[in-house]
């Protein structure tokens, strides 16, 4: 059994307990969910981020400012994507889990950029956090086998999204260049994020379409 209670067995367990049978999402809802709801919350953090940032910075601090987005990323998006997992007592579990890996990807992220301040840490950022991420959802479902699809495609997913997002920014320029930034990067990430959940519980789709 895993710290979140996320692995196959378990979750094949509380599955056959329930007494409604688990929705079970295919891979485009997965994806179609991520990107919208991950893309969602992105922007509403991103918002914040074009209406106040001035303002947090004077009342929190740089280090307060980056964790309050980092706080709203976390529960936002842990319980919106908590609806791509399968089986019941779903939300606590993941919103923790996501809570655990978004924490080190966004340490990984302020690391790399705080330490080198230039654009070369936004890139180094990016790829750790998304790697040390992809790591911590492979442990917690049991999907060390597509370890290297889940870690290819979130990398890619974000990579694109925060770069993509970062140059509407640069050219639109101001608020709406932000949030801009805010709904492409949420889309790009929400894209990988979908993707990973759906690989990371391949196992548990194959034994549950098997009762079918």
Same mark, same amino acid.
């Given at each position: 059994?895993?710290?979140?209670?996320?692995?196959?067995?378990? /979750?094949?367990?509380?599955?056959?307990?329930?007494? %409604?049978?688990?929705?079970?999402?295919? =891979?485009s809802r997965?994806?179609? !969910?991520?990107?919208? #709801? &991950?893309?969602?919350?992105?922007?509403?953090? !991103?918002?914040? *981020?074009?209406?106040?940032?001035?303002?947090?910075?004077?009342?929190? $601090?740089?280090?307060?400012?980056?964790? =309050?987005? @980092?706080?709203?990323?976390?529960? $936002?998006?842990? +319980?919106?994507?908590?609806?791509? *997992?399968?089986?019941?007592?779903? @939300?606590?579990?993941?919103? =923790?889990?996501?809570?655990?890996? !978004? %924490?080190?990807?966004?340490?990984?992220?302020?690391?790399?950029?705080? /330490?080198?301040?230039?654009?070369?840490g936004e890139?180094?950022?990016?790829?750790? #956090?998304?790697?040390?991420?992809?790591?911590?959802?492979?442990?917690? &479902?049991?999907?060390?086998?597509?370890? $290297?699809?889940?870690?290819?495609?979130?990398?890619?997913?974000? %990579?694109? $999204?925060?770069?993509?997002?970062?140059?509407?920014?640069?050219?639109?320029? #101001?608020?709406? #260049?932000?949030?801009?930034?805010? %709904?492409?990067?949420?889309? +790009? !990430?929400?894209? +990988?994020?979908?993707?990973?959940?759906?690989?990371?519980?391949?196992? /548990?789709?194959?034994?549950?379409?098997a009762r079918?």
């Amino acid at each position: 059994m895993s710290l979140f209670g996320l692995d196959p067995e378990t /979750v094949l367990a509380r599955a056959r307990a329930a007494s %409604v049978p688990p929705q079970i999402p295919t =891979l485009s809802r997965s994806l179609l !969910f991520g990107a919208i #709801g &991950f893309g969602g919350v992105s922007t509403l953090v !991103f918002a914040t *981020v074009a209406f106040g940032e001035r303002w947090l910075y004077r009342r929190l $601090g740089i280090g307060g400012t980056y964790a =309050l987005w @980092t706080l709203l990323f976390l529960m $936002g998006a842990g +319980g919106v994507l908590s609806r791509l *997992v399968i089986g019941p007592a779903r @939300t606590l579990r993941f919103t =923790l889990l996501f809570g655990c890996a !978004f %924490v080190l990807y966004a340490a990984a992220w302020m690391l790399a950029y705080f /330490v080198l301040k230039n654009q070369a840490g936004e890139w180094l950022g990016t790829l750790a #956090g998304s790697l040390l991420m992809a790591l911590v959802f492979c442990g917690a &479902f049991s999907a060390g086998d597509a370890a $290297g699809k889940i870690i290819g495609v979130l990398c890619a997913g974000n %990579v694109a $999204g925060y770069f993509l997002g970062r140059l509407a920014w640069t050219v639109a320029g #101001g608020k709406t #260049g932000m949030i801009a930034w805010g %709904v492409i990067y949420g889309i +790009g !990430f929400g894209l +990988g994020l979908g993707f990973t959940l759906h690989a990371c519980q391949k196992k /548990v789709r194959a034994a549950l379409n098997a009762r079918v």
